[in-house]
């Protein structure tokens, strides 16, 4: 095995690397860009210390001071790996911002990703919690990926299939939790690609727009003039994007909500059941723009909880917890959290 340079630094504030901005250390950090460098992170690591992988942040609440060997990813690259007259197939580097690739893609005329612009966090992160928005899904177009077993230290394949991809979920956040990091994920993207505007706004933003050919790069400019008008740029207001999940329940469930809501947003499910709007839950039990302390609910979209900046994560978790609560009591309905919680 040929060892790489890395470093390994000790008591490392991880304010810098969380995208609600809360200041807790880790009790060990390192760095990796390529596979080599992560092999070597992890041979010689202390093994009694656990690892965390973090990527952009976006999808983490620290609640405290982090006994583990948090590992930075930062492997980058996007490379054409199969090519067709209908499609193209892209092997895209963990640490690569999501974003970044979604518009990669689109200013190339490539469909498939486009509504999920301006989602925070990186490509690794896309499959964990098979991220989604605007009625279109990662493992829509999600072709494989690869990731290195932490203790064999070994790299391994993984399908679709393998995944075991739901909503929000993965294979990763359940049976494989914490034993693999993600190193490279392959997405099919569509040459001629199938234009989905039926989700939200998106139709009625593109009207305002004025745009009379409607392409990829149409739908991603709506999508983010959309996502830019109610969601807080964390440079600036310490967020995690959506807090929530939208629940799943039963029809019985949602016939009690209907009788008392008629107005409740939902969908319908392959499986029978309705999906609900969370954000439409919090901001119609009242929470909407309120400030708990140091911490509170956008004013502009219920589904965010934001640092006002010197928030802990406990007190945005307890906030959570509140809302969880008093949306469980109005509605008969169990929010849960989005977010992983450290």
């Known amino acids: 095995m040929r060892y790489f340079c890395v470093m390994i630094e000790h008591n490392i504030s991880l304010k810098p690397y969380n995208t609600f901005g809360i200041d807790v250390k880790a009790k060990s950090f390192g760095r990796f860009e390529s596979i080599e460098e992560l092999e070597t992170l992890l041979s010689e690591r202390d093994t009694e210390t656990p690892i965390f992988i973090l990527g952009g942040g976006s999808n983490v609440l620290l609640t405290q001071d982090l006994p583990f060997f948090v590992i930075k990813n930062e492997i980058s690259g996007i490379e054409v790996v199969h090519e067709t007259e209908k499609m193209i197939q892209l092997k895209v580097g963990s640490g690569v911002e999501w ?8 200013e190339r005329g490539w469909g498939g990703i486009e509504n999920m612009s301006l989602i925070p966090g990186s490509v690794g992160a896309s499959p964990m919690q098979n991220i989604g928005a605007y009625g279109a899904e990662m493992k829509d177009t999600f072709v494989s990926l690869e990731a290195f077993h932490i203790e064999s230290l070994e790299l391994h394949q993984f399908t679709k299939e393998q995944c075991e991809f739901g909503y929000r979920e993965s294979v990763f956040k359940r049976a494989l939790k914490n034993q693999y990091v993600i190193v490279s994920v392959t997405y099919q993207l569509l040459k001629n690609p199938i234009i989905n505007t039926t989700y939200g706004a998106i139709q009625s933003e593109i009207e305002v727009m004025g745009v009379e050919e409607i392409t990829v790069d149409t739908v991603s400019q709506a999508v983010m003039n959309i996502r830019r008008s109610k969601l807080p740029d964390p440079k600036f207001l310490g967020n ?11 029809k019985e469930v949602f016939a009690q909500l209907a009788q008392n809501y008629p107005d ?5 499910q392959e499986s029978g059941e309705e999906k609900l709007a ?8 009242g929470w909407k723009g309120k400030r708990v302390g140091n911490c509170g609910v956008h004013e502009k979209q219920a589904l965010v909880l934001v640092n006002y900046g010197e928030a802990t994560g406990s007190e945005i978790y307890d906030l959570s917890t509140v809302i969880i609560e008093d949306v469980q009591s109005k509605f008969g309905v169990t929010l849960e959290r989005e977010v992983n919680i450290l």
């Not at 995690?240 to 039963?250: D, H, R």
């Not at 969370?278 to 039990?285: D, Q, S, T, Y």
């Open 240 to 250: 995690a994007g959506s807090f929530f999940k939208n629940p799943v329940v039963s």
């Open 278 to 285: 969370a954000g439409w839950l919090v901001e119609k039990a």
């Open 264 to 268: 409740a947003p939902h969908y319908p």
């Open 99 to 106: 974003h970044s690739f979604v518009r990669y893609s689109v």
